[in-house]
């Protein structure tokens, strides 16, 4: 027997194979329990599928998961007051908020404001209380100078001597709130909320809000965006896959034409085609459309046009590849059992698309609401949509915690949307071909 | 003439081309009854479809007109004709149940919902499949999504129903027993019945008539037995059933009778059945049960040595292949009747057949 | 015949390719990264400043180009691997990445001029000015015969119907709405200091705002007069000058109120080469060599000793001209860094008003 170890192994007796039958243990030729030689073999598969998956596994964590869960995390991380004035921090702690701070509270900020001028990092405290107290930035500056000039207590009167900004409790409560680890002041601000001194949560004043507004119009311009692709995509979806397949793959070829030029290159020829001076007007007016160039660019018509044709394939596949798979004798069937060509089409047809329809879309309104250049290039002051802000304030203003406030909000807003579509239809009745 | 005599469909001169070169339908010509069971049979690529689909109104004749009910129905679109239909793949809608086929066709001639639900449980009740009304196609077989089509195609009452090869996807013994069933309904409702199959036992069990399909020309319309015993062409006689076929010349023509000189040697009395006259080519067709092996002197017509060359053991029957007339894959079906066959490999032995079951057709 | 100069042109990149080739040392010390922002302006300083420090030290130059996110900057200094030696940047963030301490400070004994050659206002902690540009309006003579001349006009449709481009900033806009409402230009940015004062201005952008295109990238502006889109622009000098000088077209620059601004070079903090860098900021800031840059582009030096080596005829292109200097409102840069952040919301909710 070529059994590895068949040798030594005594064979069982019978009586032994009688009782492990009588306890109902199944077990394999060379009598180890079939249990276990299943589990053995299961393990090997199971160890070469993981095998299979890890690799992008751990590329979908590195890229994917860990950066989303930094952008979370910076979104309420609060490290700068915390590490710049720890002591006063500490000190703080123990105020009450009523009156000003004492004497030791003074001294320790004075302490920390004057190695923070010789460390140069007198900026990083200004910067993150000008987010919550506007003008105090250069404040801090002079304060930081003018502070290293006091060499002896008692400090209090001091230091309110310098500016009378540090007299007033308005400042050390920004310090104190402002010196926890955690803050929701970021994600409160990306609300257009803001915290009072008493720690109430008020709206901000309507000249300063922006950012419901904003997250309303990138949501508005990804639906109009995701309904008008459906409208156009729709019927050329029902041509591709009813034509013969010569005829479907040349005009297939078309629909994915745009998809061999860039973004910004499309984006352009739209400001190219659009503009006062441009074709389309150029057109309208030779044909007599209208009497003066209309504003084509700049506004909300060109951004949702532009849009479209640019997320026009990604919602029109998954329908065409849905369609595909529909029998076209579904149709002849309805219509042998007695629908005219409208209720075959609408009550036969039309229900087997819905999962493509629901891929195409979903696929398209989550990709409008990552549009930047587009809203920028052809759209006006009005159109821009929520990736700019967070392009403003990671590139531009270095300010992170607001740009993850901002991306962590679009998040929420999408994965609500996303729940709200599954209870809608379903997950599972999304189809991509 | 009663009502089951009138003609209840009439294809006249009907003619169809796709492309304005080749016709796929050759001037096609066909009457049948209320209440008959037709089959179309042909190879594929032979018409039957494309008749069939004329007549449900998804393809319109190139020329010609269809009569249904003594009514031109050239004009009339399909969802006008009320005539059922039974697709190959079945076509049951996937996002309705059951109930929700069966109830679609009531549901578009807009009866009041009480009397859909009383035909729908009728129609689930007349296939056996009362239990599975909530379910939805993708969940039940082969065979219950083709009784689902059925009683689909026949709950709105339709006078004809059109299968388009409904069996086609069903496993042999399944298929079998479908075919009863469908028969069984058929009989029952008094339904007209347009069946399109290429399965010639399948043709051969349910219809009334079967209209021979090829090249876009109907070759025989005839009852299953008149098809199988007296076939007109040799199409026929090899499209249905098997057969021996001696190609040959006509030396004459005696009435009925002709004598046919066998190419590969040998001289056969045999039918006339479309030869055109002395001197022309002829393709004998001779049905292998009808050949007798050793036949007692005086019994047969035609008498010829053979040899056997291969016995199939088939259970019910043998197959011998034998060489005769120059031949060498001549076929004869030994019955296995009591006592065995007695036939070795390599042993010479003599055939016989009867005059009037040899037919001299048309030259293939 | 046309080709032959283009061929000589390719052959001279290529000698010049070369010769940076060739001249590659063998330590690895011997090369810097530069980042600039890329276009016309890169290409001056290319001219101006790389080759010539690439051709007298051997030292071989990597450029880079970006669209000014500090960001780059301040991830590289956050994980210690900084790999920009120098880099051009605008005051807003020359001033903000040195209060966050990822720009170096700078050493002015190493820059070879001392702080006082430079122009008020640009040579800063961490920065080196390099050039004074302007942001200017400009409109197209070939439509508008009787131009514009002053902020006013800017903000009057009544006498220059149709539309404007502005940037899409509150940065700028909110100084001229003031001296174009009438405001005193000492006084523009204690009235801005104020809410009452950020509401004037804000006011006065209100009577335009239907008449306004804005225009977010440098070169937006020339491209908007040139299709017509906007019958006068705010811009940067040296893009309209571009246009004029390369385009043949027939654009004016109004001067008035024009808010001189400098770009900087700086070191970010813990750049490996700091030596290098030094010594090519050096080189870049010598006067003369400072000079050539406004042979290619029309913005002026930052060094004072660099103007008598220009020639006139540049000279009068240039922000630094005395006659464009006349009525300059120089950008208050303290008043920016402590208010940008509530003025863009604010501008932001206006916009969408």
């Known amino acids: ?433 | 003439m009663t009502i089951a005599d009138r003609q209840y469909v009439e294809f006249i001169e009907v003619q169809k081309s796709y492309d304005g070169e080749i016709l796929v339908v050759k001037n096609l010509n066909l009457s049948m009854r209320q209440g008959e069971f037709l089959t179309l049979l042909g190879p594929s690529g032979s018409g039957k479809t494309t008749t069939l689909m004329m007549l449900a109104g998804f393809e319109a004749p190139t020329h010609g007109d269809i009569i249904l009910d003594g009514r031109s129905i050239s004009n009339v679109p399909p969802h006008k004709r009320d005539i059922g239909m039974v697709f190959q793949n079945y076509a049951l809608f996937p996002h309705m149940t059951v109930e929700e086929n069966l109830a679609f066709p009531l549901e578009v001639r807009r009866m009041p919902k009480s009397e859909i639900e009383e035909k729908v449980r009728r129609a689930l009740a007349m296939v056996r499949l009362n239990e599975y009304g909530k379910r939805r196609p993708g969940q039940l077989s082969g065979g219950q999504q083709q009784r689902v089509a059925l009683a689909r195609a026949l709950v709105f009452e339709p006078k004809l129903v059109l299968m388009d090869e409904p069996l086609g996807a069903l496993d042999k013994q399944l298929r079998e027993h479908m075919q009863l069933e469908v028969k069984h309904i058929h009989q029952s409702l008094g339904v007209t019945v347009v069946y399109v199959t290429h399965d010639q036992s399948e043709a051969l069990t349910m219809s009334d008539r079967i209209a021979v399909f090829n090249d876009g020309a109907i070759q025989q319309l005839a009852t299953p037995n008149e098809l199988y015993e007296r076939p007109e062409n040799s199409f026929v006689a090899q499209f249905i059933g098997e057969n021996n076929r001696l190609p040959g010349k006509v030396v004459l023509v005696n009435g009925a009778g002709c004598t046919v000189e066998v190419t590969g040697g040998g001289v056969v009395e045999a039918l006339t059945v479309n030869v055109i006259g002395v001197g022309a080519q002829t393709t004998l067709s001779l049905r292998p049960e009808r050949v007798r092996i050793n036949p007692p002197n005086g019994a047969c017509a035609n008498v010829f040595p053979a040899r056997v060359e291969e016995l199939i053991y088939l259970g019910d029957h043998i197959r011998a292949r034998v060489s005769a007339c120059g031949q060498r894959d001549f076929v004869i079906k030994v019955p296995n009747a009591e006592g065995g066959v007695g036939l070795t490999p390599g042993a010479d032995i003599a055939i016989g057949w009867k005059r009037e079951d040899c037919r001299a057709l048309d030259p293939s | 015949m046309k080709a032959i100069p283009a061929l000589t042109g390719l052959l001279m990149a290529g000698t010049a390719a070369m010769a940076l080739t060739v001249a590659m040392p063998a330590t690895a010390q011997e090369a810097l990264t530069i980042v600039s922002w890329g276009g016309a302006y890169q290409d001056s300083q290319r001219e101006a400043y790389y080759k010539p420090f690439a051709k007298e030290t051997g030292v071989v130059i990597t450029e880079e180009e970006y669209d000014g996110e500090l960001a780059k900057v301040k991830a590289m200094v956050d994980t210690n691997s900084v790999t920009w030696d120098v880099i051009d940047v605008d005051t807003n963030h020359a001033m903000s990445g040195c209060d966050e301490g990822i720009l170096e400070p700078i050493d002015y004994a190493k820059v070879g001029q001392p702080r006082e050659k430079f122009v008020q206002g640009a040579a800063l902690d961490c920065a080196v000015g390099t050039i004074v540009y302007s942001t200017i309006y400009a409109y197209d003579a070939d439509k508008l015969k009787d131009g514009p001349t002053t902020i006013a006009d800017l903000f009057d449709t009544a006498k220059f119907p149709g539309k404007r481009g502005l940037l899409k900033k509150p940065f700028g806009n909110l100084e001229w709405a003031l001296i174009a409402d009438g405001v005193a230009d000492a006084e523009v940015y204690n009235l801005l200091r104020t809410p009452e004062g950020v509401d004037r201005a804000f006011a006065k952008l209100d009577t335009i705002k239907k008449d306004v295109v804005w225009w977010e990238a440098g070169a937006q502006p020339p491209q908007l007069l040139a299709d017509g889109e906007v019958v006068m622009t705010s811009a940067w000098n040296g893009r309209i000058f571009k246009a004029i000088k390369e385009e043949g077209k027939n654009f004016k620059i109004v001067w008035d109120r024009q808010q001189p601004d400098f770009d900087f070079w700086v070191i970010p903090k813990g750049a490996p080469k700091m030596d290098l860098s030094y010594k090519f900021i050096a080189y870049a800031s010598d006067p003369k060599v400072m000079a050539n840059q406004s042979k290619y582009i029309s913005y002026g030096p930052t060094v004072v000793d660099a103007i008598p080596h220009i020639e006139p005829a540049t000279l009068e292109h240039l922000p630094t001209n005395p006659e464009n200097l006349k009525t300059a409102l120089p950008i208050d840069a303290q008043y920016w860094a402590d208010n940008n952040d509530e003025l863009l919301k604010r501008f932001n909710a206006w916009l969408a008003q």
């Open chain 1, 1 to 433: 027997m070529p059994r590895a170890g068949g040798v030594e192994r005594p064979s069982r007796p019978a009586t032994q194979a009688m009782v492990s039958l009588a306890t109902d243990i199944v077990r394999t030729a060379d009598g180890v329990p079939l249990k276990v030689t299943l589990r053995r073999v299961d393990r090997a598969r199971k160890l070469k599928a993981v095998a299979l998956v890890v690799p992008l596994f751990l590329f979908i964590l590195l890229s994917f998961a860990i950066p989303i869960g930094v952008m979370l995390f910076r979104a309420v991380d609060n490290p700068e007051i915390a590490g710049a004035l720890p002591n006063t921090v500490a000190e703080l702690a123990r105020w009450n908020g009523d009156e000003l701070p004492d004497e030791a509270t003074y001294a320790a900020l004075a302490g920390e404001l004057q190695a923070a001028h010789k460390s140069k990092t007198l900026g990083l405290i200004g910067k993150r209380l000008n987010y919550e107290l506007p003008g105090v930035r250069s404040k801090i500056m002079a304060i930081g100078r003018a502070v290293t000039k006091i060499e002896a207590g008692p400090y209090k009167d001091a230091v309110i001597g310098i500016d009378p900004m540090l007299g007033e409790r308005r400042l050390w409560t920004v310090i104190k709130s402002a010196g926890e680890p955690y803050t929701i002041f970021y994600l409160l601000s990306a609300l257009d909320f803001e915290r009072t001194q008493d720690g109430d949560i008020v709206n901000v004043s309507a000249d300063r809000a922006i950012f419901r507004d904003v997250f309303l119009r990138t949501m508005g311009i990804s639906m109009t965006v995701t309904l008008a692709t459906l409208v156009l995509g729709f019927p050329v979806a029902y041509l591709l896959a009813s034509l013969p397949a010569r005829t479907s793959n040349l005009l297939m070829i078309l629909v994915l034409l745009p998809f061999w030029t860039s973004l910004l290159v499309r984006t352009t020829a739209w400001v190219v085609l659009l503009q006062t001076e441009g074709v389309v007007n150029d057109a309208l007016m030779l044909l007599g459309f209208v009497d003066e160039r209309l504003q084509l660019i700049f506004s909300r018509f060109g951004t949702i046009v532009a849009m479209t044709h640019i997320q026009l394939p990604f919602t029109l596949l998954p329908i065409y590849s849905v369609m595909k798979t529909i029998s076209p004798t579904h149709v002849r069937a309805a219509r042998s059992l007695g629908a005219g060509p409208f209720v075959a089409f609408w009550r036969i047809y039309f229900p087997q698309t819905v999962p493509g329809i629901a891929a195409g879309c979903l696929l398209t309104f989550i990709l409008s609401l990552g549009y930047y250049i587009t809203p920028a290039l052809v759209g006006g002051p009005t159109d821009q949509m929520v990736s700019s802000f967070v392009a403003i304030y990671t590139n531009m203003e270095l300010n992170w915690g607001m740009a993850s406030a901002l991306g962590a909000i679009l998040l929420a807003a999408t994965l609500v949307l996303y729940l709200l579509y599954n209870r809608l239809i379903g997950i599972d009745k999304l189809k991509l071909g």
